[in-house]
């Protein structure tokens, strides 16, 4: 694994995602343009729009499944497709981490043609946010397909 | 941890108690799918003997752990996992309803002869294609108040109804008469509600869709005759769920089931097994949130039907009498059952994730019409292959509380289909077998590329060789709709 990145890992029915980097919020970052990749295709794709969102009072792990569920929530009741993500804060401990972000987006009627699937939930199926060997955190669950 | 089985049957499998388990687990396949499913556990992260084990520990289970034949790895509950609790001791475990909360098939009858589709396949395929909606970020024809979505919550498909999807008749054949009672909109967060004000009537994407099939064969005369099956008759078939409320349900309540098995100390093998007594604060108002999306997922689906009920009307001038609901039948379930069990008779709280309700001859849950076959039970099989319809056995019963297959079942991933198959091709490939697929996603029909399932065949031949459940009929696809 380089640097920082992100992948998805085969499941039978739904995807596995994996995103890593030198701090939580790079790991966070990544496993969301993990997700983000599953729904849209974003090569060439520029954001239109930017939201804000802030999260907090959870553990990490739980943190980074509620994350992902904020985003796919926000995709649909706004209509769109995001395509980036920068998290400006991410800090706390123990069970009260919390973050801001700022997602791009695109809205889903100016971009059809770039749509790909559906993702219906982050699960807490093999769902974790941890620091590896060589020092770099590494965040991911099982998403519902 | 590896998990050992023994053959205890022609087609049945059991996963001896050891450990934290509080019932052993037990599999319907054969030689073959056993083989491949002990090689996915050995070689692969995710591993659906390990769940079929790892539900075999919430408290308060009856029985066994149970995966019926189209078993394969899901999260927390493997897809064909069966797990009825007492409703004393027992749990309720979001990993056993899953996101899509009552996602099911509704069959309809139509009216119309195989040659008439055949000679107007295209404008079949097209004034079905638009009709429908379907795809991501879809919208439906209804367009609802918060307050008309918490009447939707309540009283499910005859909430539609009364808006002019459908007729009357359609309610006896949908389970519960399509509306379960306990549904309490009042814990469905304004956010799933918010998300769906759109989204009645929509197929959504994936493996949803709406199929135009012919019978292509009988193996059940008498059972075929009540549910009104001809040989060549054409029937139509939505697959869809509750969209985005149910979604979003899952999502709210997966802090809320995480808090209480903590609180109440429920051992949990894999964090998505997250689980509440049932009687418990937060277990009834999980509860009564999962029968709200139950009664989306009915109003969802009696909306398509209207829709392709009135699309049919205008294609071949057909009245409401040629148009007959068959069944409808949920996959991702809960539901209160009472079932004879070695220590009498009990009520259970049955999860069915990725399973269908499969009831024998007789059971008051059952349609009067077809009280004396049994309840049909309707399997989707893939754009290219055959669905099938069975029925319920006093076997099954006895021994799944009711239960049966729900699909032919994944055996490739996504990614994997996405490298092996091109949706272009698939998409001529079955043109070239005279099936006409209509979608909006390329990617999608790779991803749902015939191959990438298991034969259905032979998933319905192994619940038939164990007697769970019959054979009543084959239907061959003609024209797919997708998302």
Redesign the interface.
């Known amino acids: 694994m380089t640097g920082r990145g992100h992948e998805t890992l085969e499941h039978t029915a739904d995807m596995g995602l994996r995103g890593w980097g030198g701090s939580p919020a790079e790991a966070f970052e990544e496993t969301a343009l993990a997700m983000f990749e599953l729904m849209v295709d974003r090569i060439g794709a520029a954001a239109e729009t930017d939201h804000r969102l802030s999260i907090g009072g959870r553990d990490l792990t739980g943190l980074l499944i509620e994350f992902l569920n904020e985003l796919l929530s926000l995709a649909d009741i706004e209509d769109m497709a995001f395509v980036s993500v920068s998290i400006e804060r991410l800090e706390g401990g123990g069970e009260d981490w919390e973050l801001d972000a700022v997602i791009g987006g695109i809205p889903r009627g100016k971009c059809r043609k770039r749509l790909l699937s559906e993702v219906k939930a982050a699960t807490w199926y093999g769902a974790s946010v941890e620091r590896d060997s060589d020092g770099r955190w590494v965040a991911g669950c099982v998403v519902d397909m | 941890m590896k998990v050992e089985v023994e053959k205890i049957g022609e087609f049945l499998w059991e996963i001896p108690r050891s450990g934290r388990m509080l019932v052993p687990g037990r599999i319907y396949a054969d030689d073959e799918s056993m083989r491949f499913l002990l090689k996915?556990s050995r070689t692969?992260?995710?591993d659906?003997l390990a769940q079929v084990r790892n539900v075999a520990c919430l408290p308060g289970i009856v029985g066994a752990s149970m995966a019926m034949a189209d078993i394969?790895?899901?999260?927390?509950f493997p897809?064909g996992g069966v797990g009825a609790f007492d409703t004393g001791e027992g749990v309720v475990s979001i990993?056993g309803v899953?996101?899509?909360i009552n996602c099911g098939v509704r069959s309809m009858v139509i009216d119309v002869t195989k040659e008439r589709i055949e000679l107007n396949s295209e404008r079949v395929a097209e004034e079905l294609f638009n009709s429908v909606p379907a795809?991501?970020?879809s919208t439906g024809t209804l367009r609802l108040s918060v307050r008309e979505i918490d009447r939707v919550l309540v009283e499910g498909a005859s909430f539609v109804l009364e808006r002019g999807y459908g007729v009357e008749e359609d309610l006896e054949y949908i389970e519960e008469g399509g509306t379960v009672a306990g549904a309490d909109p009042s814990v469905v967060s304004p956010?799933a509600k918010?998300?769906q004000l759109k989204q009645v009537g929509t197929l959504?994407?994936?493996n949803h869709y709406l199929e135009v099939q012919y019978v292509e064969e009988i193996f059940d005369e008498e059972a075929a005759s009540a549910f009104g099956l001809l040989p060549g008759g054409i029937v139509v078939s939505i697959h869809t769920g509750s969209r985005?409320l149910g979604?979003?349900i899952?999502?709210d309540y997966?802090?809320v089931l995480?808090k209480a098995s903590v609180k109440y100390g429920i051992p949990v093998a894999?964090?998505?097994l997250?689980a509440a007594p049932i009687n418990s604060p937060e277990g009834k108002q999980y509860i009564a949130a999962v029968r709200a999306g139950i009664n989306c997922a009915f109003a969802n689906r009696q909306a398509i039907s209207g829709l392709v009920r009135d699309a049919f009307k205008r294609l071949f001038r057909l009245d409401d009498g040629q148009i007959r609901t068959l069944y409808e039948v949920g996959h991702n379930n809960l539901k209160l059952e009472t079932h004879d069990t070695d220590e009498g008779r009990r009520n259970l709280l049955v999860h069915r994730k990725g399973a269908t309700r499969a009831f024998a001859a007789g059971r008051d849950e059952v349609p009067v019409r077809y009280r004396r076959v049994g309840q049909p039970v309707l399997v989707g099989g893939t754009m290219g292959t055959s669905s099938f319809i069975l029925v319920g056995t006093e076997l099954g019963m006895a021994e799944t509380f009711g239960s049966a297959v729900h699909g032919a079942g994944?055996?490739?991933?996504?990614?994997?289909a996405l490298k092996e198959y091109r949706g272009e091709d698939v998409i001529r490939d079955l043109a070239g077998s005279g099936i006409i697929v209509r979608t909006?996603?390329r990617?999608?029909a790779a991803?749902e590329a015939p191959g990438a399932y298991k034969d259905v065949e032979r998933v319905v031949a192994i619940m038939e060789g164990a007697g769970i459940s019959r054979r009543v009929a084959r239907l061959r696809p003609m024209i797919c709709i997708k998302?």
């Open positions: 996915e692969k992260q995710w659906a394969h790895p899901g999260y927390g897809i990993a899953g996101f899509d795809g991501i970020g956010r918010e998300r959504g994407s994936g985005a979604h979003q899952g999502t997966q802090s995480r894999e964090s998505e997250m994944r055996m490739k991933s996504r990614k994997k909006r996603s990617k999608g991803e998302g």
